[in-house]
């Protein structure tokens, strides 16, 4: 006899998702109290009222998540795997933050068994988190981002990731040439671009440590390969755009640099843009490119204060991303308040942020600046179930609010302002459970 092998499992919660941009329209977030999510082997088949779906899938297994606050898997769109042993290097500025805190913890990378161990904290970090999809800026050594891919596979987050690539201004370890990057990137592409959850993103560090020479090779790839991301660092910090503009004299801007070079795409992600001039972002509008907002790293590094309004005005896509170890922690709750409150400290030249928008910043965003937007980032139909359920334990902050909320609307406000890592008691990936609060991911994954 032939076997039915499809699983099926009807989720019943209340629920919230942006399928459309909060931004665009108004009524872009969606809300179902007591709904309904039916996944089929691991893909969202159908949604609604929970009275509907069960009446329409009588025989469906239901897991039962009332209580809580269901939402998609966030999606951190700038994050480093090599930096998260040195989160809070406070008090310090770009360029000599890099210099004394990042580089020489990148630079022990090379040493495959502290990679290892890196790589498994930084996934369990980012699942813990909630966050199933990551644009993860990877390491200067190739051992290091093959083991990175090797831990996301097992684990069940999507990174798409890349070797870091630079040729001078950083240290001697972790420059390469134009040819080693072009063949090592070339290797990993091979091996992991499309195999399950990863895709591949060619990834220079930024102008600043990257010659014309390596940003080629770069190109190189992007048009060798069918479907890469590209991701870098962009008008982070006032000295570093002055250091670029001394050694790319022919450019017009920081932009230019990349964009001479034909990476600048719609599948091009560029951290931070915190000074961008107006024709910077009018062609990052024209090309479809994405400026992933890194509030808390803005305000540790002591970056600035991001133009969102500027971003928005001129069309260009905007996503978020927690830039781990400038930033402060993998929680993409505590990314979207400190965007609201970058905002809020404005005035007249910030947006007013809502829960809705910080939803959208932390899922569907992503999954546009991605091009993953067909797979992810909310709970329609055809998506992979990649879904993070906000249940607050008894005695914590957010469990009162959650009890005493009279609207659902009460719930997200709550969630964003007080949520922390302990109020996520499950997350799933491609319909899979990869993280249970109860018994952490080492039981679930290992
Ligand atoms: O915030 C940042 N973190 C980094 O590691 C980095 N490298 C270049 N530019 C950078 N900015
Ligand atoms: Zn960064």
């Known amino acids: 006899m032939i076997q039915n092998l499809i699983t099926r499992t009807l989720y019943r919660a209340t629920f919230m998702h942006t399928p459309a941009s909060p931004f665009d329209d108004p009524a872009g977030l969606q809300v179902q109290e007591d709904g309904g999510i039916?996944?089929?082997?691991?893909?969202?088949?159908?949604?609604g009222t929970y009275a509907e779906l069960r009446g329409a899938f009588p025989t469906a297994e239901v897991s039962d998540l009332r209580g809580g606050l269901l939402l998609p898997g966030f999606i951190d769109t700038h994050v480093h795997y090599p930096q998260g042993r040195v989160?809070?290097?406070?008090?310090?500025p770009l360029l000599e933050w890099l210099e004394k805190n990042a580089l020489p913890e990148e630079a022990r990378l090379a040493d495959t068994t502290y990679a290892r161990a890196v790589a498994q904290e930084f996934t369990r970090s980012l699942l813990h988190n909630g966050t199933t999809t990551a644009l993860v800026f990877g390491s200067h050594f190739a051992s290091a981002v093959d083991l990175l891919f090797g831990e996301a596979e097992r684990s069940g987050l999507r990174a798409v990731a890349g070797l870091v690539v630079s040729d001078r201004l950083l240290r001697p370890e972790l420059h390469t040439t134009p040819e080693r990057a072009y063949a090592e990137s070339k290797a990993l592409i091979e091996k992991w671009h499309g195999t399950g959850r990863q895709l591949y993103a060619v990834t220079p560090r930024f102008s600043l440590s990257a010659s014309e020479g390596i940003l080629d090779a770069c190109a190189a790839l992007m048009r060798e390969f069918q479907g890469l991301r590209f991701t870098s660092h962009i008008n982070e910090n006032v000295a570093e755009i002055g250091a670029v503009r001394d050694l790319f004299p022919e450019a017009r801007d920081y932009l230019d640099t990349y964009e001479r070079a034909g990476l600048v795409t719609r599948r091009s992600v560029l951290a931070h843009n915190v000074h961008p001039n107006d024709r910077e972002l009018s062609v990052m509008a024209a090309h479809h490119c994405t400026a992933a907002h890194c509030p808390c790293s803005n305000s540790a590094l002591g970056s600035g204060l991001f133009p969102l309004k500027r971003h928005l005005q001129a069309g260009v896509h905007v996503s978020l991303g927690t830039d781990v170890g400038g930033g402060t922690g993998f929680s993409m709750l505590k990314e979207g308040l400190q965007a609201y409150f970058m905002q809020q400290l404005?005035?007249?030249?910030?947006?007013?942020?809502?829960?809705?928008h910080l939803l959208y910043l932390a899922t569907r965003a992503g999954a546009k600046a991605l091009d993953l937007q067909h797979i992810t980032g909310d709970f329609a139909s055809g998506k992979v179930f990649d879904a993070v359920l906000v249940s607050p334990s008894p005695r914590t902050p957010l469990r009162a609010v959650f009890d005493a909320a009279d609207s659902p609307d009460r719930l997200l406000a709550a969630t964003f302002a007080t949520g922390v890592q302990g109020d996520l008691a499950c997350v799933w990936a491609g319909g899979?459970?990869?993280?249970?609060?109860?018994?952490?991911?080492?039981?679930?994954?290992?």
Do not use: D, F, H, W
């Open 346 to 356: 404005q005035g007249e030249n910030g947006v007013p942020l809502t829960p809705a």
């Open 87 to 92: 989160i809070g290097g406070l008090g310090m």
């Open 38 to 47: 039916l996944v089929e082997n691991g893909v969202i088949a159908a949604t």
């Open 432 to 446: 899979k459970t990869v993280y249970r609060r109860e018994l952490g991911l080492a039981a679930l994954s290992s």
